[in-house]
Protein backbone atom coordinates (compact mmCIF):
# COMPACT_ATOMS: atom_id res chain seq x y z
CA UNK A 1 0.00 0.00 0.00
CA UNK A 2 1.14 3.88 -0.47
CA UNK A 3 1.57 5.45 2.76
CA UNK A 4 -1.54 8.16 1.97
CA UNK A 5 -4.15 4.79 2.33
CA UNK A 6 -6.73 6.44 4.01
CA UNK A 7 -7.08 3.83 6.94
CA UNK A 8 -10.44 5.83 8.20
CA UNK A 9 -12.06 4.74 6.07
CA UNK A 10 -11.93 1.05 7.22
CA UNK A 11 -12.55 2.27 10.78
CA UNK A 12 -9.24 0.92 12.17
CA UNK A 13 -5.63 0.69 11.35
CA UNK A 14 -4.95 -1.75 8.57
CA UNK A 15 -2.08 0.29 7.09
CA UNK A 16 0.82 -2.07 8.77
CA UNK A 17 -1.16 -5.21 7.71
CA UNK A 18 -1.29 -3.98 3.97
CA UNK A 19 1.61 -3.14 3.39
CA UNK A 20 2.63 -6.65 3.42
CA UNK A 21 3.18 -8.28 0.05
CA UNK A 22 1.52 -11.53 0.42
CA UNK A 23 -0.35 -13.04 -2.33
CA UNK A 24 -2.64 -16.27 -2.09
CA UNK A 25 -0.97 -19.40 -1.85
CA UNK A 26 -1.00 -20.79 -5.84
CA UNK A 27 -4.05 -22.64 -6.57
CA UNK A 28 -2.12 -23.83 -9.67
CA UNK A 29 -0.66 -26.48 -8.06
CA UNK A 30 -4.10 -28.06 -6.25
CA UNK A 31 -5.29 -27.94 -10.31
CA UNK A 32 -2.48 -29.74 -11.83
CA UNK A 33 -2.50 -32.35 -8.76
CA UNK A 34 -5.84 -33.33 -9.41
CA UNK A 35 -5.85 -32.90 -13.20
CA UNK A 36 -2.30 -34.45 -13.03
CA UNK A 37 -2.23 -36.62 -16.90
CA UNK A 38 -2.77 -40.41 -16.68
CA UNK A 39 0.04 -42.16 -18.08
CA UNK A 40 1.28 -45.89 -18.77
CA UNK A 41 3.93 -48.01 -19.32
CA UNK A 42 4.51 -48.70 -22.49
CA UNK A 43 4.30 -52.14 -23.05
CA UNK A 44 7.07 -55.18 -24.57
CA UNK A 45 5.95 -56.89 -27.23
CA UNK A 46 8.17 -59.54 -28.49
CA UNK A 47 7.28 -60.81 -31.87
CA UNK A 48 6.83 -64.69 -32.61
CA UNK A 49 6.25 -65.41 -35.96
CA UNK A 50 6.06 -62.72 -38.66
CA UNK A 51 2.26 -62.31 -39.12
CA UNK A 52 1.80 -61.58 -35.63
CA UNK A 53 4.47 -59.09 -35.52
CA UNK A 54 1.78 -56.83 -38.09
CA UNK A 55 -0.84 -57.76 -35.49
CA UNK A 56 0.49 -56.55 -32.37
CA UNK A 57 1.69 -53.54 -34.23
CA UNK A 58 -1.60 -52.22 -34.79
CA UNK A 59 -2.62 -53.13 -31.17
CA UNK A 60 -0.26 -51.22 -30.04
CA UNK A 61 -0.65 -48.47 -32.25
CA UNK A 62 -4.50 -48.73 -31.31
CA UNK A 63 -3.16 -49.10 -27.64
CA UNK A 64 -1.06 -46.07 -27.90
CA UNK A 65 -4.05 -43.89 -28.62
CA UNK A 66 -6.41 -44.99 -26.14
CA UNK A 67 -3.75 -44.57 -23.34
CA UNK A 68 -2.53 -40.78 -25.01
CA UNK A 69 -2.51 -38.33 -21.78
CA UNK A 70 -5.69 -37.43 -21.06
CA UNK A 71 -4.70 -33.46 -21.55
CA UNK A 72 -2.66 -34.36 -24.66
CA UNK A 73 -5.61 -35.15 -26.75
CA UNK A 74 -7.89 -32.65 -25.23
CA UNK A 75 -5.50 -30.36 -26.76
CA UNK A 76 -5.09 -31.62 -30.00
CA UNK A 77 -9.30 -32.39 -30.13
CA UNK A 78 -9.33 -28.42 -28.81
CA UNK A 79 -7.17 -26.85 -31.40
CA UNK A 80 -8.94 -29.35 -34.39
CA UNK A 81 -12.00 -27.43 -33.44
CA UNK A 82 -10.75 -24.26 -32.91
CA UNK A 83 -9.40 -24.59 -36.43
CA UNK A 84 -12.57 -25.52 -37.71
CA UNK A 85 -14.40 -22.53 -35.92
CA UNK A 86 -11.59 -19.94 -37.13
CA UNK A 87 -13.06 -20.89 -40.99
CA UNK A 88 -16.27 -19.62 -39.58
CA UNK A 89 -15.47 -16.63 -38.31
CA UNK A 90 -13.56 -14.89 -35.57
CA UNK A 91 -13.70 -16.87 -32.11
CA UNK A 92 -14.43 -14.92 -29.93
CA UNK A 93 -15.66 -17.77 -27.23
CA UNK A 94 -14.43 -21.11 -27.19
CA UNK A 95 -16.46 -24.18 -25.40
CA UNK A 96 -15.11 -26.28 -22.60
CA UNK A 97 -15.17 -29.73 -21.54
CA UNK A 98 -19.03 -30.45 -21.20
CA UNK A 99 -19.20 -30.97 -17.18
CA UNK A 100 -22.42 -31.56 -15.70
CA UNK A 101 -21.16 -31.46 -11.91
CA UNK A 102 -19.71 -29.00 -9.21
CA UNK A 103 -16.13 -29.92 -8.81
CA UNK A 104 -14.30 -29.86 -5.43
CA UNK A 105 -11.02 -30.92 -4.81
CA UNK A 106 -8.81 -30.72 -1.83
CA UNK A 107 -5.11 -30.90 -0.99
CA UNK A 108 -4.92 -32.61 -4.80
CA UNK A 109 -7.77 -35.38 -3.75
CA UNK A 110 -11.35 -35.01 -5.99
CA UNK A 111 -13.90 -35.18 -3.46
CA UNK A 112 -17.54 -36.69 -5.15
CA UNK A 113 -19.98 -34.23 -3.52
CA UNK A 114 -22.61 -35.81 -5.25
CA UNK A 115 -22.32 -39.19 -3.47
CA UNK A 116 -21.23 -37.58 0.16
CA UNK A 117 -23.11 -37.39 3.23
CA UNK A 118 -22.19 -36.08 7.21
CA UNK A 119 -20.97 -39.74 7.02
CA UNK A 120 -18.33 -39.37 5.19
CA UNK A 121 -14.92 -38.51 5.73
CA UNK A 122 -14.02 -35.59 3.37
CA UNK A 123 -15.54 -33.18 6.00
CA UNK A 124 -17.70 -31.50 3.16
CA UNK A 125 -21.26 -32.26 2.17
CA UNK A 126 -23.31 -30.56 -0.87
CA UNK A 127 -26.96 -30.27 -0.04
CA UNK A 128 -30.12 -30.13 -2.36
CA UNK A 129 -29.71 -26.34 -3.14
CA UNK A 130 -26.09 -26.51 -4.27
CA UNK A 131 -24.81 -25.30 -0.93
CA UNK A 132 -21.64 -26.52 0.13
CA UNK A 133 -20.90 -27.03 3.55
CA UNK A 134 -18.11 -28.15 6.06
CA UNK A 135 -18.53 -30.40 8.83
CA UNK A 136 -15.79 -32.19 11.61
CA UNK A 137 -13.21 -30.33 9.74
CA UNK A 138 -10.10 -30.04 12.43
CA UNK A 139 -9.57 -27.07 13.28
CA UNK A 140 -5.57 -26.72 12.27
CA UNK A 141 -6.64 -28.00 8.51
CA UNK A 142 -5.57 -24.93 6.47
CA UNK A 143 -5.10 -27.45 3.18
CA UNK A 144 -6.49 -25.90 0.27
CA UNK A 145 -9.68 -26.38 -1.51
CA UNK A 146 -10.62 -25.83 -4.91
CA UNK A 147 -14.48 -25.58 -6.35
CA UNK A 148 -15.32 -25.28 -9.73
CA UNK A 149 -18.68 -24.79 -11.31
CA UNK A 150 -19.34 -26.38 -14.85
CA UNK A 151 -21.41 -24.38 -17.67
CA UNK A 152 -24.81 -23.45 -16.93
CA UNK A 153 -25.07 -23.99 -12.71
CA UNK A 154 -24.19 -21.88 -9.66
CA UNK A 155 -23.07 -23.00 -6.65
CA UNK A 156 -22.67 -21.71 -2.99
CA UNK A 157 -19.82 -22.46 -0.34
CA UNK A 158 -19.83 -21.53 2.81
CA UNK A 159 -16.80 -21.28 4.60
CA UNK A 160 -15.34 -21.48 8.25
CA UNK A 161 -16.19 -17.87 9.12
CA UNK A 162 -19.88 -17.94 7.88
CA UNK A 163 -19.01 -15.94 4.88
CA UNK A 164 -20.91 -16.92 2.04
CA UNK A 165 -20.24 -17.17 -1.52
CA UNK A 166 -22.26 -17.42 -4.30
CA UNK A 167 -20.21 -18.72 -7.54
CA UNK A 168 -21.42 -18.04 -11.07
CA UNK A 169 -20.88 -20.76 -13.66
CA UNK A 170 -17.79 -20.91 -15.20
CA UNK A 171 -15.79 -19.53 -12.30
CA UNK A 172 -13.38 -21.49 -9.75
CA UNK A 173 -12.75 -20.72 -6.41
CA UNK A 174 -10.31 -21.63 -3.91
CA UNK A 175 -9.94 -21.37 -0.30
CA UNK A 176 -8.33 -22.51 2.85
CA UNK A 177 -10.75 -25.12 4.77
CA UNK A 178 -9.70 -22.50 7.80
CA UNK A 179 -8.42 -19.71 7.77
CA UNK A 180 -5.41 -18.58 9.61
CA UNK A 181 -6.44 -16.94 12.95
CA UNK A 182 -3.58 -15.04 12.96
CA UNK A 183 -3.70 -13.28 9.64
CA UNK A 184 -6.09 -12.51 6.34
CA UNK A 185 -8.66 -14.59 5.68
CA UNK A 186 -7.84 -15.39 2.04
CA UNK A 187 -9.84 -16.64 -1.13
CA UNK A 188 -8.37 -16.73 -5.09
CA UNK A 189 -11.20 -16.50 -7.61
CA UNK A 190 -11.23 -17.02 -11.58
CA UNK A 191 -15.10 -16.24 -12.88
CA UNK A 192 -17.32 -14.36 -10.55
CA UNK A 193 -18.80 -14.41 -7.29
CA UNK A 194 -21.09 -12.96 -5.03
CA UNK A 195 -19.50 -12.59 -1.18
CA UNK A 196 -21.44 -12.09 2.04
CA UNK A 197 -18.56 -11.63 3.85
CA UNK A 198 -18.46 -12.11 8.24
CA UNK A 199 -17.17 -8.94 9.71
CA UNK A 200 -13.97 -9.53 11.70
CA UNK A 201 -11.92 -5.97 11.73
CA UNK A 202 -9.15 -8.43 12.88
CA UNK A 203 -8.81 -10.18 9.96
CA UNK A 204 -9.38 -8.33 6.75
CA UNK A 205 -10.74 -10.45 3.88
CA UNK A 206 -8.81 -10.64 0.70
CA UNK A 207 -10.10 -11.43 -2.54
CA UNK A 208 -7.64 -12.45 -5.31
CA UNK A 209 -8.15 -12.35 -8.77
CA UNK A 210 -5.92 -12.24 -11.91
CA UNK A 211 -6.64 -8.29 -12.96
CA UNK A 212 -7.11 -7.47 -9.21
CA UNK A 213 -7.29 -7.50 -5.57
CA UNK A 214 -9.78 -6.72 -3.38
CA UNK A 215 -9.79 -6.36 0.61
CA UNK A 216 -12.90 -5.94 3.06
CA UNK A 217 -13.22 -5.96 6.53
CA UNK A 218 -17.20 -7.45 6.42
CA UNK A 219 -19.67 -6.22 3.50
CA UNK A 220 -21.59 -7.60 0.11
CA UNK A 221 -19.84 -7.28 -2.93
CA UNK A 222 -19.89 -8.78 -6.31
CA UNK A 223 -16.15 -9.65 -7.94
CA UNK A 224 -15.85 -10.10 -12.10
CA UNK A 225 -12.40 -11.47 -13.22
CA UNK A 226 -13.20 -13.90 -16.20
CA UNK A 227 -10.67 -13.88 -18.68
CA UNK A 228 -11.30 -12.55 -22.26
CA UNK A 229 -13.47 -9.05 -19.77
CA UNK A 230 -12.47 -6.32 -17.81
CA UNK A 231 -12.24 -7.14 -14.19
CA UNK A 232 -15.00 -5.10 -12.11
CA UNK A 233 -16.31 -5.00 -8.31
CA UNK A 234 -19.54 -4.08 -7.24
CA UNK A 235 -20.56 -2.61 -4.42
CA UNK A 236 -23.61 -3.11 -2.20
CA UNK A 237 -22.57 -2.76 1.40
CA UNK A 238 -20.26 -1.62 3.42
CA UNK A 239 -16.97 -0.37 1.95
CA UNK A 240 -13.99 -2.42 -0.02
CA UNK A 241 -10.70 -1.81 -1.41
CA UNK A 242 -9.33 -2.50 -4.60
CA UNK A 243 -6.01 -2.80 -6.07
CA UNK A 244 -4.25 -3.14 -9.31
CA UNK A 245 -0.89 -2.33 -10.32
CA UNK A 246 -0.53 -1.18 -6.78
CA UNK A 247 -3.48 1.44 -7.15
CA UNK A 248 -5.49 1.55 -4.44
CA UNK A 249 -9.33 2.57 -5.00
CA UNK A 250 -11.78 3.03 -2.38
CA UNK A 251 -15.61 2.02 -2.81
CA UNK A 252 -18.80 3.47 -1.45
CA UNK A 253 -22.19 1.27 -1.88
CA UNK A 254 -23.81 1.47 -5.41
CA UNK A 255 -20.55 2.14 -7.06
CA UNK A 256 -18.73 -0.17 -9.47
CA UNK A 257 -14.99 -0.26 -10.14
CA UNK A 258 -13.78 -1.34 -13.67
CA UNK A 259 -10.42 -2.08 -15.04
CA UNK A 260 -9.74 -1.05 -17.97
CA UNK A 261 -7.55 -2.75 -21.07
CA UNK A 262 -4.53 -0.55 -19.43
CA UNK A 263 -5.31 -1.11 -16.27
CA UNK A 264 -6.82 2.36 -14.97
CA UNK A 265 -9.49 1.89 -12.82
CA UNK A 266 -12.82 4.04 -13.05
CA UNK A 267 -15.36 4.33 -10.83
CA UNK A 268 -18.75 4.87 -11.49
CA UNK A 269 -22.61 3.99 -10.10
CA UNK A 270 -23.53 0.57 -10.50
CA UNK A 271 -26.35 -1.05 -12.21
CA UNK A 272 -26.83 -3.25 -9.46
CA UNK A 273 -30.32 -4.96 -11.50
CA UNK A 274 -27.62 -5.50 -14.17
CA UNK A 275 -24.44 -7.00 -11.79
CA UNK A 276 -27.01 -8.93 -9.82
CA UNK A 277 -29.08 -10.50 -12.95
CA UNK A 278 -27.21 -13.66 -12.76
CA UNK A 279 -27.28 -14.37 -9.23
CA UNK A 280 -31.22 -13.53 -9.58
CA UNK A 281 -31.17 -16.23 -12.65
CA UNK A 282 -31.73 -14.03 -15.02
CA UNK A 283 -29.57 -12.51 -18.31
CA UNK A 284 -29.74 -9.25 -17.83
CA UNK A 285 -28.20 -7.20 -20.39
CA UNK A 286 -28.71 -3.01 -20.30
CA UNK A 287 -26.77 -1.68 -22.87
CA UNK A 288 -24.53 -4.22 -22.98
CA UNK A 289 -22.50 -4.75 -26.30
CA UNK A 290 -23.66 -7.92 -28.34
CA UNK A 291 -19.89 -8.81 -28.13
CA UNK A 292 -20.29 -9.14 -23.75
CA UNK A 293 -23.59 -10.59 -24.33
CA UNK A 294 -22.69 -13.63 -26.18
CA UNK A 295 -19.72 -14.14 -24.36
CA UNK A 296 -22.10 -15.06 -20.96
CA UNK A 297 -24.56 -16.83 -22.94
CA UNK A 298 -21.65 -19.17 -24.70
CA UNK A 299 -20.02 -19.23 -20.68
CA UNK A 300 -23.92 -20.29 -19.58
CA UNK A 301 -24.85 -22.90 -22.10
CA UNK A 302 -21.17 -24.00 -23.32
CA UNK A 303 -21.72 -23.20 -26.73
CA UNK A 304 -18.58 -21.62 -28.23
CA UNK A 305 -19.12 -17.70 -30.31
CA UNK A 306 -18.36 -17.11 -33.79
CA UNK A 307 -18.53 -13.78 -35.39
CA UNK A 308 -18.86 -14.03 -39.37
CA UNK A 309 -18.59 -10.21 -39.29
CA UNK A 310 -17.59 -7.47 -36.58
CA UNK A 311 -20.70 -5.47 -38.55
CA UNK A 312 -22.59 -5.76 -35.40
CA UNK A 313 -20.26 -6.50 -32.68
CA UNK A 314 -20.51 -3.47 -30.50
CA UNK A 315 -24.01 -3.07 -31.03
CA UNK A 316 -25.56 -2.45 -27.71
CA UNK A 317 -28.76 -3.69 -26.30
CA UNK A 318 -31.36 -3.92 -23.56
CA UNK A 319 -32.20 -7.56 -23.22
CA UNK A 320 -33.44 -9.74 -20.45
CA UNK A 321 -34.25 -13.34 -19.97
CA UNK A 322 -34.61 -16.16 -17.66
CA UNK A 323 -31.46 -18.57 -17.66
CA UNK A 324 -33.63 -21.49 -17.45
CA UNK A 325 -34.64 -21.08 -20.77
CA UNK A 326 -32.68 -22.80 -23.58
CA UNK A 327 -29.70 -21.85 -25.96
CA UNK A 328 -32.86 -22.01 -28.80
CA UNK A 329 -35.44 -20.10 -27.12
CA UNK A 330 -32.89 -17.10 -25.70
CA UNK A 331 -31.53 -16.84 -29.02
CA UNK A 332 -34.50 -16.44 -30.73
CA UNK A 333 -35.76 -13.38 -28.09
CA UNK A 334 -32.39 -11.95 -28.87
CA UNK A 335 -32.76 -12.10 -32.50
CA UNK A 336 -36.20 -10.26 -31.98
CA UNK A 337 -33.85 -7.14 -31.18
CA UNK A 338 -30.52 -7.55 -32.25
CA UNK A 339 -29.38 -6.76 -36.32
CA UNK A 340 -27.32 -9.32 -36.29
CA UNK A 341 -28.32 -12.87 -38.02
CA UNK A 342 -27.72 -15.20 -35.24
CA UNK A 343 -27.60 -19.03 -35.82
CA UNK A 344 -27.01 -22.25 -33.32
CA UNK A 345 -24.85 -24.89 -35.29
CA UNK A 346 -25.45 -27.71 -33.32
CA UNK A 347 -23.31 -30.06 -35.29
CA UNK A 348 -20.02 -27.52 -34.12
CA UNK A 349 -22.04 -26.85 -30.47
CA UNK A 350 -21.43 -22.97 -31.78
CA UNK A 351 -23.53 -20.00 -31.78
CA UNK A 352 -22.60 -17.86 -35.03
CA UNK A 353 -23.33 -14.34 -35.23
CA UNK A 354 -23.27 -12.69 -38.70
Partial sequence: MEDNYNNDQFGFELKRALLEDTPLPDADKAFMQFKKNIGVKESRWKTLRPYLAVAMAACIAALCYLVLPLGEEDKMASSRMQ???????DVVYMAGEEKNVISLCVNGKMIDLAANSKSSKSGFVLTSDNVIRMFDVPKDNHDEAVITVPHGQMATIMLDDSTKVTLNAGSTFAFPCHFDKDGF?????????????????????????????VTVLGTVFDVRNFDQEQARV????????????????????????????????TVEDADLEQVLGWKNGLFYFDGQSLHEIMLEMGRWYNMSIVFASSLHIDERLHFSMERTASAEEAIRQLQLICSAKIQIKQKQNTILVK
Fill in 185 to 213: RKVKLQGEGYFEVKHDEQHPFVVNGKQLD
Fill in 234 to 265: ALLQGKVNVEVAKQQTILEPGQVATVGTTGFV
Fill in 83 to 89: QQLAKMG
